[in-house]
């Protein structure tokens, strides 16, 4: 079992900056896939950025160059630095965690997996951006 709690959220001016966490608790995190996914009111879940075993990363385009997961950390922590976020990007934003993962995962096979929703997820951190 992984436990995931997000914090961080809150409201934001366009062109600011937010930095997302998710205090992550469980056996053998490092072979699992992380990311950040969110849902915005009235639409589906959406992952946003995800981060492989391999320590590549894969990022939705609409936040490509702007979101960034710092790396450097044992996946006990995660988190989503937002710059110059948009009103486009108000949603709850999860982390989510898959696996374990038995194999050197890329950024890009974990970014595709999480869509199929068989992750652990936390209880969401809202995010608002105003203009």
């Known amino acids: 079992q992984v436990q995931l709690v997000e914090s961080g959220g809150g409201s934001v001016q366009a062109g600011g900056s937010l930095r997302l966490s998710c205090a992550a608790s469980g056996y053998g995190l490092s072979t699992y896939c992380t990311g950040w996914v969110r849902q915005a009111t009235g639409k589906e879940r959406d992952g946003r950025a995800a981060i492989g075993r391999d320590g590549t990363t894969r990022y939705a385009d609409t936040v490509l160059g702007r979101f960034t997961i710092p790396q450097g950390n044992a996946k006990t922590t995660l988190y989503l630095q937002m710059n110059s976020p948009k009103p486009e990007d108000t949603a709850m934003y999860y982390c989510?965690?898959?696996?374990?993962?038995?194999?050197?995962?890329?950024?890009?096979?974990?970014?595709?997996?999480?869509?199929?929703?068989?992750?652990?997820w936390g209880q969401g951190t809202q995010v608002t951006v105003s203009s």
């Open positions: 989510a965690y898959r696996g374990p993962i038995p194999f050197a995962a890329s950024g890009s096979w974990c970014y595709d997996v999480f869509r199929s929703g068989d992750n652990y």
